[in-house]
């Protein structure tokens, strides 16, 4: 049994930040390349920045550059999103994900392990 359990969502003002953590349990993830989504009510979810196995590589959608930065420990199989500069816009619920190869991608099907989900809110 696999399970990603995310972390540290909450309220925040405009221009604050928050730190989210995503910790693995069931298997080790260091071959996995493991994304952060994000949904906001009506939306599609959407890939918001994705790491590789190694965690040589890093991808972030254009909205999100410079602002956020995902990061893991693979000897503790967290994956964490730190984000800045928080937007109303950022509102959503921020889920992990990882996909059993190490490579990033960036559309949620290609995902196999799913948490349940955080919910980030960015006040005005």
């Known amino acids: 049994q696999v399970h990603l359990v995310e972390s540290g969502g909450g309220l925040v003002q405009a221009g604050g930040s928050l730190r989210l953590s995503c910790a693995a349990s069931?298997?080790?993830?260091?071959?996995?390349?493991m994304g952060w989504f994000r949904q906001a009510p009506g939306q599609e979810r959407e890939f918001v920045a994705g790491?590789?196995?190694?965690?040589?590589?890093?991808l972030y959608t254009d909205s999100v550059k410079g602002r956020f930065t995902i990061s893991r420990d693979n000897t503790k199989n967290p994956v964490y999103l730190q984000m800045n500069s928080l937007k109303p816009e950022d509102t959503a619920v921020y889920y992990c994900?990882?996909?059993?190869?190490?490579?990033?991608?960036?559309?949620?099907?290609?995902?196999?392990?799913w948490g349940q989900g955080t919910q980030v809110t960015v006040s005005s």
């Open positions: 790491i590789s196995g190694s965690g040589s590589y890093t």
């Open positions: 994900a990882a996909r059993s190869s190490p490579v990033i991608r960036t559309t949620p099907h290609e995902y196999v392990y």
């Open positions: 069931g298997r080790t993830f260091s071959t996995y390349a």
